[in-house]
Every structure is written in structure tokens, then in C-alpha cells.
């Protein structure tokens, strides 16, 4: 398993209708492959954190790395994991975060899961928290 995550900016002609095509796509694809994870999108900017077989993490990130939607990819955490970190929360299913109050849903299960003995999960905290803080 693992896991990887990054940041990118929207692309300049990206309109709500893309993205509201963008997150019914993803949630659909991320649930027939069992990819776990969020997608948080704020001030016209992505966080996205993607769990799963390495495989399946690596052909969709090449994919991701592609996709014309968005500029300025960077990646922030890639990581090997024994066991998934977003297994328990929203049901097993990727999540997509559009606005500060559901990413409280986030900061809640983080609280939990941190005592959880898992190597990467300080790492993913820090750094998803400072997004959605930044993001407010
Ligand atoms: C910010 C962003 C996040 C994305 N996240 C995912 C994702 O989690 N799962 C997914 O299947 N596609 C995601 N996509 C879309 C992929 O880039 C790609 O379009 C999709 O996997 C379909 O690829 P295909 O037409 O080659 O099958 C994302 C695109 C963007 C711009």
C-alpha cells in the first residue's frame, strides 16, 4: 500500500461545472478501484491525499500528473504504508471537502486516528491541517 500526497492550482478555464464533474468522476472511480483518501478543495486550489495498492496509486497519479485541469502539481508526501489511514473514516469511501465546515469532519477523525501507532499519520496530519487552516 501507499500513500501519496500533493497540492496543485486550479487551471485558469476551470469553471464550476468542471469541477462539480471533476468530483462525481473521482468519487465514482476512487470507489470501483478502492482507492481511500480526500480531495479538499478550496480557494481554487486541490489537497489531495490517495491511499491504496501501489499499483493502482501510481498509474492514477501518472494519470493525475496529466490531467490539463490543473497546474502547478506538487508533490508534498509520498509514503509505503502497512495499513490505510482513511480506512475508518467517511465509511472506507473517498471523500471530497469543498468547504471549511465538512473539513471539520476531517480534523475530528485526525484527533482519533492519531493514536493510532502508524508511522505517517503525524505527517499527513501536519500537513492537511495546514492546508484547510490556510484555506479557511
Ligand atoms: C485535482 C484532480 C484530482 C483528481 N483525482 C482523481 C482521483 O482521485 N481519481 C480518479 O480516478 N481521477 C482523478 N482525477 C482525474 C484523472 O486525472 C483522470 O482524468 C481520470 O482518472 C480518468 O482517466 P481516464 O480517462 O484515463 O480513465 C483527478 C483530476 C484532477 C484535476
Not at 63 to 84: A, F, M, P, T, Y
Not at 91 to 115: A, H, M, P, V
Amino acid at each position: 500500500m501507499k500513500v501519496i500526497c500533493y497540492i496543485s492550482s486550479f487551471a485558469n478555464n476551470l469553471n464550476k461545472d468542471d469541477i462539480n464533474s471533476l468530483i462525481k468522476s473521482v468519487n465514482l472511480y476512487n470507489k470501483e478501484k478502492n482507492i481511500t483518501g480526500v480531495l479538499i478543495i478550496r480557494n481554487k486550489s486541490f489537497f489531495q491525499i490517495l491511499e491504496g495498492n501501489i499499483i493502482d496509486i501510481d498509474t492514477l497519479y501518472a494519470k493525475i500528473i496529466e490531467d490539463k485541469r490543473h497546474i502547478g502539481l506538487l508533490k508534498i508526501s509520498e509514503n509505503e504504508i502497512e495499513d490505510r489511514i482513511f480506512n475508518s473514516y467517511n465509511s472506507g469511501e473517498f471523500d471530497t471537502i469543498d468547504n471549511y465546515s465538512s473539513s471539520k469532519k476531517l480534523l475530528k477523525y485526525f484527533n482519533w486516528i492519531r493514536n493510532a501507532d502508524h508511522p505517517v499519520i503525524e505527517e499527513i496530519i501536519t500537513l492537511t491541517k495546514n492546508y484547510i487552516l490556510h484555506n479557511k
